[in-house]
Every structure is written in C-alpha cells, then in structure tokens.
C-alpha cells in the first residue's frame, strides 16, 4: 500500500478567525486519538483536496506534524455545499500494532447472469462491512463478484466474503450483501380488464331499471282502463 503523506502545522486560530485562514489557502483540521490529546492543526488546502479526494474511509494517511508522524484514518470531512471544497478534517490517530474495528465501503463489480440472461432484479442488502485488523491491512473497499448471482434466486451472503486470514468481518455471516430477485409480474392489464367490464355493467344498469319502469307504468294504466 502506497503511504500517504500530510505536511502539517500546529494551529491557534479558532472560531471566526478561521475563516481568513481558508481564505489564505489553508485547511484546519484536528487529530484526535484513544492516546492522544486533540491537536489542531491546519494543511495546505489545495493538496489536502486533491490527496483525501482519492482516499476512502479506510485508507490510511500519515500526518507530518513537528517532524512526528501520526498514522490516521479519516473520520469525518466537511464540505462547502456551494463551491465544494473541504472546510474542515478528522484525522483519529491510530497505532500500527493495535487492531482497529473499521467501515469497509461494498463495490459491486461483473455481470450477474440471473440479470442477463433470465431479467432478475438486482437487490444489494448491504453498503459497507465491519472488519477488525491491523490499520496497515485495512483494505480500501471490498469488491463483491456479482458472477456469482447464476440463477434467480442466488444469493450473495457475508459469509462469501473472503478478505484474508487477517482480516476478520464482524457482520453477521448469514446477513445478505445481494440477490437476484425475481422480477416483478405485470398484472395491471387484467386488473384493468376487470375495472372495464364492472364500468360498463354499472353503466347498463340504470338504463334497465328506467326501462322496467316505464313497462310496469304502462301496465297499471292499462288497468284502469
């Protein structure tokens, strides 16, 4: 795995004069960790931009801070909505030789035949799984074959998922990542078949009663007759 590298510096702007430090092309951010004390610090926003912008939630970055390293993952990012660009970072400081539990984003990949060849609708249970490793093997995503989905019917389970002895998933093995349903059956035109002909012996029927009822006034005049 590449190593990813941050160049940072120590910061004491807060509150209101952090925005005259974006403007002058600088990223605040802090670094937090289960052994370590907060510590704000602020990047150079262009290359933060272009180097998060192509990592996951499970990649691990190094902070270059004071001539100390802080091996990090990315725990949350804030955005500008408008222009887009990132307004603040959270980097959680983790060992090298302690397990961490960890998000791993699911991506689908191939070409289910159930979906190909017999119209099946493809169903994805799950987004991401939870995994415990080392920081350095966590992967960046899991790829989940969709060849696997054959038949309708056919499934794709956790339990499936193989990520290295390593690497262990804390979801439970018999929860569904994805299947192949079976596609949905039309039923409107009988439905709608069937709306037509109560319309139209609705529509008859007030015609036969008016009818009824002249031939039965005809009847009683006759009478007194």
Not at 198 to 216: C, D, H, M, Q, Y
């Amino acid at each position: 795995m590449e190593k990813v590298v941050l160049k940072a510096v120590k910061r004491d702007v807060t509150g209101k004069q952090v925005k005259a430090m974006r403007r002058a092309g600088q990223l605040p951010a802090v670094i937090y960790g289960r052994r370590l004390e907060p510590i704000a610090i602020a990047l150079n926003a262009h290359d933060a931009g272009l180097t998060l912008g192509r990592l996951t939630s499970s990649s691990l970055v190094t902070i270059e801070l004071d001539g100390q390293e802080y091996p990090a993952l990315v725990r949350e990012k804030q955005r500008n909505y408008i222009k887009g660009g990132l307004t603040h970072v959270d980097f959680m400081a983790v060992s090298l030789t302690d397990k961490i539990t960890a998000s791993i984003r699911i991506e689908f990949s191939g070409v289910s035949g159930a979906v190909k060849d017999f119209n099946a609708v493809f169903v994805h249970g799950l987004e991401s799984l939870e995994v415990e490793c080392l920081p350095t093997e966590l992967p960046e995503r899991v790829t989940v074959d969709l060849g696997m989905l054959k038949q309708i019917g056919d499934a794709i389970h956790v339990g499936d998922i193989k990520l290295g002895e390593n690497i262990r998933i804390l979801d439970d093995p018999d929860t569904m990542v994805a299947i192949a349903a079976a596609p949905k059956v039309e039923e409107e035109a009988p439905v709608a078949a069937a709306v037509g002909e109560v319309a139209e012996a609705v529509a008859a029927e007030p015609e036969l009663s008016v009818e009824r009822g002249k031939k039965e006034e005809e009847g009683e005049e006759e009478k007194k007759k």
